[in-house]
Nanobody
Framework: QVQLVESGGGLVQAGGSLRLSCAAS????????MGWFRQAPGKEREFVGTISGSGVRIDYIDSVKGRFTISRDNAKNTVYLQMNSLKPDDTAVYYC??????????????WGQGTQVTVSS
């Protein structure tokens, strides 16, 4: 079992930055790819990015490339999502997830509770 706890969400103006953190329990953190997803009201949960267990492979949805950066610190059992140049369309609840290296919801076994990100125009 892996338990995930996100933090770092909040309200920010367009063009601003936030860094989300996701702390994981357990001793097998490095064995899991870690994904970030987001879900806006009335919309399906959407893939944002993922990072392999070693941190070597990283992938993003096109709309965040060049603005968002995923990283992980396996010694701290933590994955991060640095979000720059935020836009109102980035407003959503952001979730981290642990599982295989995947761009779909079904590829992940464990999920955090989510953290709200609101970008004002």
């Amino acid at each position: 079992q892996v338990q995930l706890v996100e933090s770092g969400g909040g309200l920010v103006q367009a063009g601003g930055s936030l860094r989300l953190s996701c702390a994981a329990s357990g001793r097998t953190f490095s064995q899991y790819a870690m994904g970030w997803f987001r879900q806006a009201p009335g919309k399906e949960r959407e893939f944002v990015g993922t990072i392999s267990g070693s941190g070597v492979r990283i992938d993003y949805i096109d709309s965040v490339k060049g603005r968002f950066t995923i990283s992980r610190d396996n010694a701290k059992n933590t994955v991060y999502l640095q979000m720059n140049s935020l836009k109102p369309d980035d407003t959503a609840v952001y979730y981290c997830a642990a599982g295989g290296y995947s761009t779909v919801v079904a590829g992940y076994d464990y999920w955090g509770q989510g953290t709200q990100v609101t970008v004002s125009s």
